[in-house]
């Protein structure tokens, strides 16, 4: 038995998903844009850099884009438990891509350093780094609202990227700050390397759920615990075992067995199951729910590491 709840809000979170995506490379297109003629005027590494990581964020949020556009599309014969998990595979396209533009700025950076080259009209460059730091800013906070909703993982990937933005952005305008106003030779190209190292972490950081999802790793164990308090609220529940849990994209995937009275008719445990269902959708929306219905006492799998658990109300 299975959840007929779960597939309007999946797609109204696709469609938040989506809008995120969209609303990301439009940020990125205007960023690039006003940062390939800040870095031509200012011949600065950090600046460039910040031009090359935003290079990078057009493909990288064109990539989400695709995968959140494919993760909602409805489940057909050949996926028949939908597409989610191209979200999972678009966070792991972002992370090659911000592995790739930290050692090319890292590289840059570091033939700077051995160069002794300087910056020229750092008002430029500071003007533009500021006006991405407010759109930046924008963007993120949109972001945060969509992922509080959706729980999308590639929107999350995509968000740790443009959080690395506020610092790259940052760093942008102090190098120019010091190598320029204050006349410290080498800062532009140490702080290119701080950002190329900042990008790594960032890069790391974002693969983990993607793989999490991909791997189809459990929920946390507080998520599982309210999932079995919200079950055992139904008083015709006598015992629960075999609980599996998952996510792929914007959806979770829960299975397990439930024990009933032994005496109980199909057409009574149908009853039973379809309340249990409609109160788990309410409480967790977009939870596609599979129950398999046992007489009480009755285990399929003796020994079984994902032990019964008690059902009975406190």
């Known amino acids: ?7 309007g809000a999946a797609a109204e979170g696709s469609g938040l998903a989506a809008r995120a995506a969209i609303a990301s490379v439009s940020v990125a297109l205007f960023l690039l844009a006003l940062k390939s003629y800040a870095s031509w005027a200012t011949g600065s590494v950090a600046m460039l850099g910040s031009l090359a990581d935003t290079a990078l964020d057009v493909l990288a949020s064109l990539i989400t884009l695709y995968g959140v556009r494919l993760a909602a599309t409805p489940a057909d014969e050949g996926h028949r438990f939908g597409h989610g998990k191209a979200e999972a595979l678009a966070a792991l396209a972002q ?54 909703r959706t729980g999308s993982v590639a929107i999350e990937a995509d968000h740790v990227h443009y959080q690395s933005d506020l610092l790259l952005n940052v ?31 960032g890069a790391w950081r974002a693969s983990a759920r993607a793989i999490d999802q991909l791997m189809d790793k459990e929920w946390p164990e507080e998520k599982r615990q309210r999932f079995i308090e919200a079950a055992s609220r139904h008083p015709e529940l006598k015992g629960m075992h075999d609980l599996r849990t998952r996510t792929s994209g914007a959806r979770d995937f829960v299975q397990f067995h439930v024990w009933v ?4 008719t199909v057409a009574e445990a149908h009853r039973v199951m379809d309340e249990v269902e409609t109160r788990l959708g309410r409480e967790f929306p977009g939870c596609e729910i599979l129950i398999h219905v046992d007489p009480e006492g009755q285990i399929d799998e003796p020994g079984n590491p994902l032990a019964e658990t008690d059902l009975t109300p406190r």
């Open 95 to 148: 992370v090659a891509i911000i592995t790739v533009s930290a050692i090319g700025i890292g590289w840059r950076a570091v033939e700077r350093l051995i160069e002794g080259a300087t910056t020229a009209h750092a008002e430029y460059g500071i003007a533009v780094s500021a006006l991405a730091l407010c759109t930046t800013l924008g963007l993120l906070a949109y972001q945060r609202r969509v992922i509080a």
């Open 261 to 264: 009275d032994p005496e109980m």
């Open 171 to 201: 760093s942008v305008i102090l190098a120019l700050v010091i190598d320029q106003y204050l006349g410290i030779t080498g800062a532009d190209p140490l702080f290119g390397v701080a950002i190329a190292l900042w990008l790594l972490f």
């Open 1 to 7: 038995m299975s959840s007929g709840h779960s597939h």
